[in-house]
């Protein structure tokens, strides 16, 4: 059974920084992409970044690229995303998913596997 469990939101002022994670478990994930999105109050599921686990190939948001990195850890089966220079708008309940795929789909229909969630707040 696969299980995704973020973690690491949490509450932080606008041009700060926070790291999440992701454990991954349940199966092999190297044919996986990995992919982060985010969901705001009253809002549609995002796309935030996505990655290869294989050759680790990225594709990212555009308003997110220069300030968010995903990155992947083997051995551990860990997912992160480095957030840089938050800004208020970056505010929203951010979500990991897993999906088997040879590309990085961006629309969450294509993630059959996703975690829990994670909250992270920007204050202005």
């Known amino acids: 059974q696969v299980q995704l469990v973020e973690s690491g939101g949490g509450l932080v002022q606008a041009g700060g920084s926070l790291r999440l994670s992701c454990a991954a478990s349940?199966?092999?994930?190297?044919?996986?992409?990995m992919g982060w999105f985010r969901q705001a109050p009253g809002k549609e599921r995002d796309f935030v970044a996505g990655?290869?686990?294989?050759?680790?190939?990225?594709y990212y948001l555009d308003s997110v690229k220069g300030r968010f990195t995903i990155s992947r850890e083997f051995g551990k089966n860990m997912v992160y995303l480095q957030m840089n220079s938050l800004k208020p708008e970056d505010t929203a309940v951010y979500y990991c998913?897993?999906?088997?795929?040879?590309?990085?789909?961006?629309?969450?229909?294509?993630?059959?596997?996703w975690g829990q969630g994670t909250q992270v707040t920007v204050s202005s």
């Open positions: 998913a897993a999906s088997n795929t040879i590309s990085i789909p961006t629309t969450s229909n294509w993630y059959a596997y």
């Open positions: 349940g199966r092999t994930f190297s044919r996986y992409t």
């Open positions: 990655i290869r686990w294989s050759s680790g190939s990225t």
